[in-house]
């Protein structure tokens, strides 16, 4: 028993002066110095290395997209990086395809800046800013659902395409010592310049959720960045809108709705809103206005947690069932899907056996 103490004790010891060798390794002799990061052969600025090529541009104030805040799983903060990458890291593979491998494209939030590099971003990118705003507002949509109007503080107006999103900052709070964002669609109009709104679900144990239901409260400054994505009404089209939704999923398709009626697009659009119960089916008034508004729009929710004897005279089941239900074919129609990456896939599969390809199919996943 003695001799097991001791060994562990021996083993214990020597893990902990690796670990230490390590850190001095990585502060003393990990030392990149000064590297010169070019974007697109034009801007150029002088960087200390050692970070990773993310968090060094955002230090420089240019916002790649990010929606895990930089812990590799999203996929989506890639750019082109012709010079100084080194080889990919297996924790890119799995999002790279050999067309991205071909083009350099790399993971921004894996690869550290330890040279000079050569990067490829487009310029749509770098249209992208950090906003200081305050928190002019908070509804409680639902138990689990906030809804939040920010106001911008710092003499910057926002010009977005709606169905974009931006990542929101939450700053080191009691339990959570680091800054992090992650990213909210906005669901406002995009006619508003100086105003924001988003709509943010609970998620348990969620580093960025837990500090918007938890911490932030009306008058508290926010900063966020944005805005970025591409899922959007496709210009020029003048097929049917299938919208789809799920929860939260809704908030890009309010921001998609007010477009629509200030730009008079009068398209034949449906919009399919997945909820649980009544009380889920959030700014359920909003939606059947925007149905008087908006000549040939019809909102159908459709609940899956009801009781049988529940008086509830709408459609029951999952929105996958309401496609089934009320789509004949994929004729002319163009649909756009927002919510859980479940829901999203299950959606696309039965819009698939409709006839819908992938041409006509966008969306965003909210995982
Ligand atoms: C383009 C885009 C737009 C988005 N827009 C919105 C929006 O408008 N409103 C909104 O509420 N969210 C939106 N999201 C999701 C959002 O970015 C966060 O992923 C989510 O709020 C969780 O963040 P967190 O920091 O609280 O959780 P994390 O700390 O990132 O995650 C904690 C744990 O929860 C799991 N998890 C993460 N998200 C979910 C989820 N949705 N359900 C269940 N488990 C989860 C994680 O895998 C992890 O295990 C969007 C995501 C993307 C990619
Ligand atoms: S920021 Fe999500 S994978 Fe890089």
Excluded at 27 to 51: H, L, M, P, R
Excluded at 268 to 282: I, M, N, S
Excluded at 298 to 310: A, E, G, H, I, Q
């Amino acid at each position: 028993m003695t001799q097991i103490v001791i060994t562990v004790g021996i083993m214990s010891s020597i893990s902990g002066v690796l670990a230490l060798m390590l850190t001095l390794a990585n502060q003393y002799i990990a030392n990149y110095g000064e590297c010169t990061i070019t974007i697109n052969q034009d801007k150029e600025f002088v960087v200390e290395g050692g970070s990773t090529l993310l968090s060094t541009l955002n230090e420089q104030e240019l916002f790649l997209p990010s929606a895990c805040g930089g812990k590799g799983t999203c996929g989506l903060c890639k750019c082109a990086i012709h010079e100084g990458a080194g080889p990919v890291l297996p924790t890119e593979t799995s999002f790279l395809t050999e067309e991205d491998k071909e083009k350099n494209i790399r993971l921004s939030c894996q690869v550290k800046v330890k040279s000079d590099m050569q990067l490829g971003i487009p310029e749509d990118l770098l249209n992208a800013r950090k906003y200081e705003a305050v928190v002019e507002s908070i509804k409680e949509l639902t138990d689990t659902i906030r809804f939040l109007r920010i106001k911008i503080t710092d003499n910057q107006e926002i010009d977005f395409i709606p169905g974009q999103y931006v990542q929101l900052l939450a700053p080191p709070y009691p339990g959570n010592p680091e800054e992090v964002f992650r990213a909210y669609s906005l669901a406002s109009s995009s006619s508003e310049k100086d105003s924001i709104e988003l709509i943010i679900g609970y998620v348990e144990e969620g580093l960025v959720t837990t500090y918007v239901h938890q911490f932030l409260e009306e008058g508290d400054q926010v900063s966020f960045n944005g805005p970025f994505g591409d899922f959007y009404l496709q210009k020029d089209s003048d097929t049917e809108i299938v919208l789809i939704a799920v929860g939260t999923g809704l908030a890009p398709i309010r921001s998609i709705l007010y477009q629509m009626k200030e730009e008079s697009i009068d398209r034949k659009t449906t919009f399919f809103f997945g909820a649980k119960t009544e009380k889920d089916l959030v700014l359920a008034d909003e939606m059947r206005e925007f149905e008087e508004i908006l000549p040939n729009f019809s909102y159908k929710p459709v609940l899956s947690r009801l009781k049988d004897d529940d008086p509830w005279e709408g459609d029951r089941g999952r929105v996958t069932d309401s496609i089934e239900k009320y789509i004949d074919d994929a004729e002319n129609k163009e649909a756009y899907l927002c919510g859980s990456p479940v829901m999203i896939e299950s959606a696309v599969e039965k819009l698939k056996e409709k006839g819908f390809t992938d041409e006509v199919i966008f969306y965003d996943e909210f995982g």
